[in-house]
């Protein structure tokens, strides 16, 4: 994947730890919601570099089929030429 998609969230992990200390306070509710947009974020990725991967196989299974199909219509014309 693209990373200018990724997000950096170790960086606002340490900016949000940063900032919670300087204002003497501990919010680690908040450092939760950022490890779960992690989370999604990267089982998002991985489904999307599967669902890719998933297209690239069938885009290959269909060119198969359309080159075994272009080969049965050949054989027919040539039987049809012979009749």
Do not use: P
């Amino acid at each position: 994947m693209n990373d200018a998609t990724h997000t950096d969230y170790e960086t606002i992990r340490t900016v949000l730890r940063q900032r919670l200390q300087d204002q003497s306070l501990v919010c680690e509710e908040l450092l939760r919601l950022v490890d779960e947009a992690e989370r999604r974020e990267a089982a998002e990725r991985d489904k999307a570099e599967r669902l890719h991967a998933e297209n690239e196989r069938l885009k290959q299974e269909l060119r198969k089929l359309r080159t075994a199909q272009a080969g049965v219509m050949s054989s027919r014309l040539r039987d049809a030429l012979r009749e």
